[in-house]
Structures are given as C-alpha cells and as structure tokens.
C-alpha cells in the first residue's frame, strides 16, 4: 500500500486510555503482531480497483482515526491526525493461476502477521486480490490502536456504500466523525466524579485476586520468545443454537450470559475452583456520536464470579446477571488503572469472551460481500474466544485463539467437544448443581470408567499367599528359593523351617488376624520369620531395626502385637513391650523340635497378611490393614505383567517395612523364581551393587528410581526387567536402563497393596514417565471434590478400588471412614474407593500420568512422607514458633526436605546506626538511629517529645538506597533516647520487613542463630522420626512468607536460593588445590548448593547416606579411587577427604575407623550388623559429645580385595587387634548392631 500527499497536522494529541493500554504491551513485545487485527471480505461479483480506491479514500478523509500517526515522546508517545492523505490501493490478480482462491487466503493471511512500524506512519493497511472475474477479496489489516471491532465493521459498511454511490453516479454527503473528541471525553473522565466511584467500586472487588486459572506449563519451551497462539473453529449448528436462545428467553436472560454459565461450568469444575475470572470487552461508547465513529474504544471489564458451584444452572445465570449489571456501571474504567490500583503487574484473568453481533456484511453494487476474521499468531490470554453471530439463519462460528504455551491442538478440540456438550446439558438438565452436571460427551465418559477400568481378570480367590507358595512348594520342591550371601534354601527347605516356626507360633497362641512383630536384619531368618507368621494364621508386622525405639515403642503398643519376632543381636534397641519377645537364634533348637510338615491356620482370603505402618500427618504413623486376597492378586499380576518365571532371579533391594518388600518376595515364592537377599553395605555401594546385578545373574530388579541414578550403567546381559515406583524417574535414568530390557513404572499407595497401576515404556526415553494402566481386578477413577470424573487430560485427585484395597487403617475408625467411601461406580453395594490424595491425569491413550499431592504428603526415596507429621514435630521444640517443611528439587533432580522455620531466638530489636531528621510539630530535627525492628526504632539524640504525639521520620531502610518518609508516634521519650512505635501502611510494613531481614543476613545474626539452631532441630527430630523424615536443611527466617489471602506461600518458599543459608560456622574458606576444586564441584553438585567451603562438614550440610553412596560413586569415577563410606565419617570435610585421597589404597580400608577421636573418657567400640556400616553411628557419636570417643569397626574385604572372615571367632579377633591400637588393655566398652551384637558380644 503506498500513500501520497501525506500532510501531518502540527496539532498533536495524548493517547486515549485504551491506546495507552495497547501501546504499552505493545512496546514490550517488538516486532511481534500482537494487536493486528481485522480480515479480509470476500465480494461475490466483479469489482472496479479504481472505483474502489477511490471509495476508500473518502472513508479514511472522512474518518481520522484511519490518519492516525503515533510520534515517540519523552515517556509516552502522541498522535497526530495526517490530511490530505491519498492512497494507492494495493493489487494483486491470481485469476490466471491454479488454485486461485487458496493463493490469495494465504497471501493475506502471511501479509496480515506482519507487524507494523508502530511510529511515523499509517497504522492499517488495504488490499484488493482478484482470484477470478466475479470474485475478489479485500484485506483489511489494522493495528488495534486506531481501531476496534465496532470500528471495523463502520469501515466494511462506509467503504461500501462509497462504492455504491460512485457505481450510480450519486455523491454522498461528507461526514466527518472526529476521534479528539473521544481523546477529550476520555481526559474528563479520569477528572470525573464518576472516575472515584469507579475507582473505589474497583478497589473494593479486587481488595482480594482471582488465582490464575490456567495453568502455563508449556511456556517454557519458547525460551523467553513471545509465546505464540493457534485458532480452532466450533461450529454451532442453527437449530442448536436457537434452542440456546429460545432457554435464555424463557429465562429472562441473555444469549451471552447463557453462554458464559456454560464456560463457568466447565472451567470450575475442571480447574477445581470455586471461583471463575475473565475479560469481557466492552463497546465504551457512550454517545450516539460516539456509535458512528471510527477509532479505539473498547476496553475490558475484568468480571469475577465467586458462586462455588451447589446452585443450579438457572440460578447461575441469574448471579450472572446481577454481577455483571454492577460491572457495567463501572465499565469505563481502564483495565490498567484497575490492574494499577490492586497492585498486579498481570491481568486478573487468563481468558477472554467476545460477542460479535457487528454488521460485517454488506455488498458492492448487489454484489455480497461477507468477512472472515484472520488471527494475528499472537494471542497472549491463554484463551480468547469470539462468537460470530451476524446471520438469523446461519450456522454460529465460535473461535478459540489458544495460547501454545497454555494449551495445544489435541486439548483445545477436547474443549470444544466438551463446551458443547454442555450447552446441550444444560438445555436437558437445567435445576441440576454445577458440581452434579455431567461436563464431557457420552462417549468420553464411557471411555474413562468403563474402557480403560475393563481389568476383570481370574485369579484364586479363594486361596491365601500361603497357599500358593505351598502349591509352588509341590511343583518344584528343589528349587532355590532364596539366597542371601553363602547361604540358601530350597522351596522345600524354607517351607519345612517356616511350618516349624508356625507351629511354634500356634503353640503361642497365633491364628487369623493376630499382629505378629518381626524385627530381623536382612537374612534368610527374615522370610522364614514371615512365612512362619503368615502359615500360622497370623499377620506380620514389619518393624525396622533402624527406626528410633520412641516409634518402635508407638508401633508395639498401637498395633498390640502379642508376640514380637527378633534377634539377640537387636535386644538393646528394642523398646519395652508387652509382646512375646521370641529370640529366633535362642529359640532356634527349640524351633526344631517342632513338626515340619504344612498345618492348617484357619487363614481365610479375607483375613490380615501383614499390617505395616506409614507416615501419619499427626506426628505418629497410622498401621495399613492388608488381606491376602489383595496380596494374591498381586503376586499374580506381577508375575504375569513382569514375565517372572520359575528360573528368574528377583533382587530383593526395599527394606521390610516398606511394602514393595513383600511385592519382591511374593513374586518370587508363587512363580519358583529365586530370591535374592543382599547386605546393607551392598545395597549403599553402587559398585557392588552392578556386581551383584552381573554375578548373580538377576534378571528382575525393583528399586527406587533415585538409587537407580546413582548407579554405573554398566552391561547387565541377564537383567531382563528393571521396575522402578515411588517418585518420578529422570528421562535420563529412563533413557540409560531401558535399553535392551522392559523397563516399568510402577505406581501404588500402602493402602492398594503396594502396586496398583503400571506402565511399560516401550520407547526407551520419555519426557514424563507415566504411571500407567490399573493391573488386574483393579479400577482407578480420577475425580474432583465432589466425586464426579474429570474429563482426559484434567487433573483430579485418583481413587483407587478392587480387591487390593486395605481393609482400613488400625485403630482409626474415622480415618478409615473419611479415606474409605463407597464406591459410586459399582452396583455390588461392597464395593470402596479409596482416596489416594494424589493428584493425577488420563493420558489421551488410557495412560495416567501422575503430578502431585493435594495434601502436604511426599515421597522421597521411596518413602511415604507426611510433611505436616514433620512440622507437628518442630512446633512442639521451644525454640520454634512455626514452621514449614516442603520438598524441593536440588540440582541433580533429587527432592530434599527443607524446614523453613521461625524462631523466637530472633531479637526483636537489632543495632542499626543511621542519621535521620524528625518532624515533630513546626520543627525538623536531626537524630540518629541506634537499634530498629518491624514496629518500631529507638532515636539517640538532644530532643525531648511529649509521649503520644505524632511524627513524621525521615529515614533510610536497612538495604535501601534512597531515604523515605514514614509516620510514627512517641512511644516514650527520656533522656537523650525516644522510642517511635510505627505507624505503616501496609505497603511499608513489607518494605520494613525487608529492611529488617536484610539487616539480620548483612550482619550475619541470622547465619549465627540458624546454625545454633539447626543441630539442635536435627537431633530433637531424629529422637522421634526415622533418618527420611529428618529435612536436609534449616532455614531461619524472620516470618513465613503469605498468598494475597492470608496463606503460606510455598511457592515463594521453594523459590528461596538454600544455598545461601549452607556456609559453615568457620569463615569460609574456597578450595586451595586442584583435588579440593574438584571435590567441591562434586559436592555442590550432589548437595544441591552453590559453593562448599573446604572446612564445611558433609553430613552438616544436609548429607546423608544415599547422597554419600554418590557422592563415593562420583569420586571413585573422578578420582580412579575407590573410598570407603567411612572415609566420609572420618573425615567430612573437603580438606581432609583431600588428604585421604593422597594416600595409598591399602590405608583407605582400615577396619577400625575413628568417628569421635577426641575426648577422656573411655573410648566406645561399636561393630555395625551385617548389610550395616559404620556411617549409621554418626549421629550416635554426635549424640554421646566431644569428650566421648567413639569408634566403629568395619569387616575386612569390604575394598573387594582382602579375604573376608567367615565365623565370629575369627572376625573378634580381628577386631580385637584393632581396638587394642587405641586402648591396649580392657575393660573395653563394647556396643553392636543386629549381627555386629554377636560379634561384640
């Protein structure tokens, strides 16, 4: 398009308030075709380019805003109104090519997205395609600043009957519609009274913010790039959409407002909101002359409907209606002035509604001429959509221009399929509540509760676990079926040894459904001690040596177990208990005295297999109540969807009281499979582990996928199958240990027996594991609040029902009624559904992935976690005045505990010495400040005030540049000191909150304090939590950070850097060697921080034993070196793990390691079980002080190298030895854990 005679006015003009709008977020997208708007117009009938240039050169000569030009200015450009402006129409003929039409619709449509010079030039553009004789198009390109879509349509209307009259000869009367006037109205309304009663009305509805809607979770993939956007077309057939205007008649309501219920339906109910904001335009022309002239007048009314969703359907459309009539009087007033006013720099919603009723349409000399709309690409609401109604009979176009970074293709068309099948149902169900309404088609409801829950499988039902081992007993008596070290049993050896103890258990008193403790270290001892309890009739209950003896203690008298299984070895960490306590390796000559052969328990498929405890939000663990018949079906489907077959051989890897334990062994004793049982110190040493892995030929492997990171990828032949479960698995980690094996992901809580979904990846790499598909006998439904599915790709929390589901949780009646519902899905009235509290989505394939908790419960390593059960905890410590727990991701991906806590050890007053000046009546007098905190400061100075009266200080916050002005009042005032008590508004309390905070962190008070604080908080949580449960990091803040509405902000938590509250007490020292940078860089990494000084402590720092099995890993592949665990116990700083890796080998390897050197008191020698190793008496030794000395003894030919001893003899002796290099005559304190008691001992 060219342009002669282009004469600019010296009169120059501000911007109105919807220009001012669309300026300024056009500034801050360049080059981007974010407010091109318009279309083009196809005219059926032969049109006269001359004719028609000439047509719009007397519309844009009678129409300024078309001659608008914007200058820049010094903070905000003007607008000048170009005369005389010619145009030269732009032509291009595609008659004489092939698809004619399709070339030109693509031209325009490439021509459209390109942006405009936004200064010194006409803001639109025109064009005229030929694409046969009798048809053309005309595009129509406008930037948003000079036109709107009233503005558009007066143009279509003007240009044609311009064209009409020069067809016939006739001239038109001028008429000059003057956009300044607009500009003057709109500067008279911000001096308006109605301007106040706008701006209070505003501030008053927004005195609290909507919650975004739409969640973004795919804008990070455009790398910082304007996000662009996509358009999808729902077409409303006429009858339908006469139906929907016939309801809105019948209920006195607006077309509109019925459609914009139905998009509150949908997105209440699938965002789970009680609430529903959005953008409505709005025309803001108020004036007949104002209707008749071209320019930018609409704004955006931001209406915020807050009717939770118990009334029905008409009843929403009439709150519609009364909110949005107080809206509308207030309509005028700027979206910016409104987001300025409530303090947001985003909009108060995330999608759009426009109603288009415009009179597009018109003809060229009888010629129709009908318009499309085209999209700029740029759509930056995560969602507008546009209704296009300007033909009685036609059918209704409805577009939804998609933000990709909110949504994509294959979601939006679910949309739309579900929008209008809500319209439909609200037609056909009107009185039903919001939350009751069906919300997505016939079909997609079938597919999610019947399709995809089609698991109905035969299994035995009526048989128990023990009865299935003892058939595979018969089938293959001599196969192996369990090993751990140099030891093993046949099916028919562990099946004689477990019936010995059973009938030993009966003589007891043991039958159906009495809780048996079993306490035992890994050994074969452990699955006879279990099989014993379940062939006697009993249920285990798994209790792990490790856990402090207050929550063994809890577990005992909670659960009433009347006989605990153990070992001597263990008796000293048990606590007192009224049980039985049954020592198996005392009892075992009694043991064999009793029959071998199978007994009858009276165990029925409904009675108890095992209870085992899980992490309970009040601080005390709640016992799960599991069946056999879930275990059985279980085994079975394992072995079925895992291919077990009776010459497998399945690692057993999870400890006892974690519930994939018993997943492992009955996978293994109901296929023939073998067992595999490995030590402690195997399963914490990578490199052994992958030995173990090779040597032994394991085909199956069940671990969690954080340990899985951890180990070497090394070529495993035999490994056939690698099932992982209880967090999220790396792509990368997928990528690495899919390759030439089956590679599952497996999903289940506690309380749907262990493995209640499960996801085969068959592509080798995935960006998100998901967790699968229901296993057999198995339903999963994903619902929302009030228990109604939620659409595909929509998340709701996941309900789980089947034979697996527990019987309920001991003890807690209520709890079981509250997580244990009847399950609405089913006719049999038996049948539950139990509440997972864990969020989740169906995949558009069946699949589910899952994405979080809805409650404050994680899972790390594996672990159940109740982060509430650990800030029940810290509360309760003296020191604490509140707390926070959240589960962070480091670096590496691992997720950490961190505890943000407020403590009353912080002062309230702190020392902060700055000049300031007092204005106190008529005078201004200068002070100084001495100490400050969050409500008041103490002034030093020759001045006395009067107590009570108001003042007004200058003053320079803590930490900032600039002074400012703050108001107060005479606290007291004596000698030369006067205390002033602040008075804040809100905006300046945060800004004194900052101050102070910076304050307390520049002075390095709160470094101070949280390291006082923080092993104080370690130990008191590790004296009634097991070691998962204890955060890595404390963090010491002045106050908890809050949502608009008064919440804890998480999010604003997890987004605080840890790394600056890591440093040690000593002053910070950076690495000095290459070795030290090196070990450094190997820390940072698997700590998760920024730096590591080279005196910082390892285990200080958030370390445990998983992150030290890394961190050895690391090392051994950096260094050439392979170290000890208790190298880091030794030694657990960089400077001294340094001067370990300078020395020989051999010396690497000592079997006595010094823990606590130092001290006079006698020293303390402890022997770790077997599978144990000496980091787990770390915190022992912390425990005991600096004048204990404590030292652990560890076996020899843990390096792979030296010949271990086989008999206690032997190993004593060693030790022995040992010892006597420290002390060289006795008494000797001796201590032992587990198998390390009958050494000691």
Known sequence: MKTTSLIKTNNHYPLSSPQRDIWFDQILHPDVPLYNVGGYARIDGPISPARFEKAINQVI????????????????????FAENVHLKLEFHDFSDKENAHELAIKWMEQEFVKPFQLYDGLLFRFALCKAEANCYYWLKKYHHLIADGWAISLIVQRVAAAYNALSTGKTSEPKNFAYPNFIQNDQAYFESEKFVKAKRYWQEKYREVPEPLIVRSSATQFQGKTVPSQRSTLCLQRPFYNQIIDFAKENKASTFHVILGALYCYFVRTCHREDFAIGLPTLNRSTAAFKQTVGLFVGVSPAWFRFGTELNFVELVENISKELQGDYRHQRFPLGEINRQVGLHQQLFDLTLSYAKHDYDTNFNGNPARTSYLTNGFEQNALAIFIEEFHQQDDVNIYFDYNLGAFDKAEIERLKARFEFILGEILRQSSVPIRALQIMPDAELKKILVEWNDTVTDYPRDKTIVDLFEEQVAKTPDAIAVVFENQQLTCQELNAKANQLAHYLQHLGVKPDALVGICIGRSL??????????????????LDPAYPVARLAFMLEDAQAPVLLTQSSLKEGLPETKAQVVFLDVEAETLSQFRSENLVSGATPTNLAYVIYTSGSTGNPKGVLIAHQGLCNLAIAQIQVFGVQSDSRILQFASLSFDVAISDIAMALCSGATLELITQDSMMSPSELIQILYNHSITHFEIPASILGTLPVEKLPKLQTLIVGGEACSPSVVAQWSKGRRFFNAYGPTEGTVCATVFENPTGSSSTLPIGRPIANTQIYILDQSLQPVPIGVPGELHISGVGLARGYLNHPDLTAEKFINNPFSDDPNSRLYKTGDLARYLPDGNIEYLDRIDNQVKIRGFRIELEAIETVLVQHPDVIDAVVIARKDESGEKRLVAYVVSNLIPTRI??????????????????????????VLLKGSMSFEKGKEISLHIQLPGESEYCWLKGRVAYSRASTTGIEFKLTPKEQVLMEKGVSYELENKGFLNFWQYSLRDKLRHALKEKLPDYM???????????????????????????????????EKTFVAPRTPDEELLAGIWASVLGIERVGVHDNFFELGGHSLLAVNLMARIEQQFGKKLPLSTLVEGATIEQLATVLDQSTEKMWPSLVAIQPNGTKRPFFCVPGIGGNVTDFYELAQQLGNEQPFYGLQAVGLDGKSKPYTNIEDMATHYLKEMQTVQSQGPYLLGGYSFGGLVAF
Do not use: W
């Open 61 to 80: 000569q009678e129409n300024d805003a078309l001659r608008i030009i914007l200058h820049e200015g010094e903070s905000l450009p003007t607008q000048t």
């Open 525 to 542: 001892e452990m699955v006879i001690g279990l099989l014993g309890i379940l062939k006697a009739g009993g249920a285990y209950l798994p």
């Open 911 to 936: 020392p902060y010495q700055s000049e300031s000046l007092v204005k106190y009546e008529d005078k201004t007098v200068p002070l100084r400040t001495e100490d400050i905190c969050t409500a008041g």
């Open 1030 to 1064: 204890v955060p890595s990091d404390f963090i010491l803040l002045m106050s908890l950070p809050l949502t608009p509405n008064g919440k804890i902000d998480r999010r604003a938590l997890s987004q605080l850097s840890v790394s600056n509250y890591q440093l040690s």
